[in-house]
């Protein structure tokens, strides 16, 4: 099966979504190369954004042919001199247009490619045609003489209605069944990449034919597993503390479900007794702390439990296990403990709210439940219910959480 990715390269700068302001300076650099100051122009921005495919459409459009180099060619001389030495040197009257492209430069390293960066920079300065490079980041040090070679062109990370738009387009070209608000949803997924947005598109529909609100919802759920396997992998196997305490700053899940997880496959990951008993000791402590945060809402707590959880458990090792662990989900019948707890908190309020208006527990679970956060959101009106209902801290802790 083909990838959506290749078959949907925008070929002319039309079909190129969102980037029209960068489309138009490239071009100008390309067309009005010799009157340029500059021989070669630098183009950045994230992954997915078009910057390759804007070149190639680019010189198809001018009838121009594309020279691609890889940048890690540039690690030898001799090599490099073979492929673009003559393309760039002699400018015949008749011959067709071309650029050279230098893709994707990030990854030449600063020391060990000190040539290779050299050899770019030759490059710019003997080049008879115009040089494009791409790069995600070319703020690194190690680019600055590039930078001050080259025109900077910026391209911006697409919005979620252009992503709409190429979506809309495949999907229409493809004859996959969507619904609108669906697709949407999945274009702001995408967080401006519509390579990934494209590439999800395919995995979610191109069998089907169809693009379900089901099908969505278990691509959430896929990412947000990959998302914590990856950061239980942080934690578990560094023992640089400073990787560690950052392994769930991008993870959505929220606290309890961490703690679930670390749980869960601890004792896989940890398999010398000392260490395994170490790392549940940090895991007690963050959730005393996070008792205590539920309690009292004491939420300079989360500090300490995220440093517990992360930085604690991964020194509690003494040195890296090298097996390779399949890490799980947490485990459904503790996934049922919790709901059932939550569950349980709602069922001693509503029976509080029966026994005192002399009505059935199940009718207050449907009629007047789902008030009663809203009702708590009025602090004299809260008061009243707390003292009405003569609720404890747990409860009121529980209906101020629903309340938010
Ligand atoms: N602005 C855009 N308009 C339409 N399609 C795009 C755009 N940007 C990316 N794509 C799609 O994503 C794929 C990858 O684009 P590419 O140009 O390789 O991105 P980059 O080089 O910025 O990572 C393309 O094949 C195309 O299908
Ligand atoms: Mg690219």
Redesign the pocket.
């Known amino acids: 099966m083909q990838p ?3 078959k ?3 070929k002319t700068t039309k ?5 029209d302001d960068v489309v138009i300076q490239l071009r100008n650099f390309i067309v009005n190369f010799s009157k340029e100051k500059k021989n070669s122009a630098l183009i950045y ?10 070149i190639y459409a680019i010189a198809n459009e001018l009838g121009f042919e594309v020279v691609e180099v890889n940048a890690s060619e540039f690690r030898n001389a001799e090599q490099i001199n073979l492929k673009v030495g003559n393309a760039i040197k002699q400018r015949s009257l008749f011959a067709k247009g071309k650029v050279i492209l230098v ?1 994707e430069i990030d990854g030449l390293s600063g020391h060990e490619d000190r040539g290779g960066i050299q050899a770019i920079t030759k490059l710019i300065e003997d080049s008879a045609f115009p040089i494009i490079l ?1 790069a995600t980041n070319p703020f690194d040090n190690k680019f600055s003489s590039l930078r001050s070679k080259s025109n900077i062109i910026e ?1 911006k990370q ?1 919005d979620y209605l ?1 992503i709409f738009k ?1 979506l809309k387009r495949i999907c229409e070209h493809e004859k996959i069944k969507y619904e609108e608000d669906i697709l949407k949803a999945l274009s702001r997924r995408a967080g401006g990449d ?2 990934a947005a ?1 590439n999800d598109l395919q995995a979610l529909a191109q069998d089907k034919k169809e693009l379900t609100k089901e099908s969505l919802e278990e691509l959430a759920d896929r990412n947000k597993t990959d998302n914590i396997m990856t950061a239980l992998n942080k934690i578990f196997k560094t023992t640089d503390l400073k990787i560690a305490i950052s392994a769930f700053d991008n993870v959505g899940e929220d606290l309890d479900e961490q703690l679930l997880w670390i749980d869960e496959n601890l004792p896989k990951e940890y398999t010398k007794p000392e260490d395994l008993a170490k790392a549940y000791e940090m895991l007690s402590k963050a959730d005393v702390f996070n008792r205590r945060i539920r309690r009292w809402q004491h939420y300079r707590f989360l500090v300490y439990i995220n440093a517990l959880i992360t930085a604690g458990i991964a020194s509690a090792k003494k040195e890296k296990y090298r097996q390779l662990v399949a890490y799980k989900p947490t485990g459904r019948i503790l996934k049922l403990w919790w709901a059932n707890q939550r569950l349980a908190k709602k069922k001693d309020i509503a029976g509080k709210i029966a026994s005192k208006t002399h009505s059935s527990k199940k009718e207050i679970l449907k009629s007047t439940m789902p008030y009663l956060p809203i009702i708590f959101r009025n602090k004299e009106m809260r008061n009243n219910v707390i003292n009405y209902l003569d609720l404890n801290e747990e409860e009121v802790e529980w209906l101020k959480n629903k309340a938010k």
């Open positions: 959506l990715i290749h949907y390269i925008p079909e190129l979504i969102g980037q921005g994230s992954s997915g954004t078009g910057k390759t495919s804007c893709d791409t391209f697409l252009s190429i519509a390579r494209i």
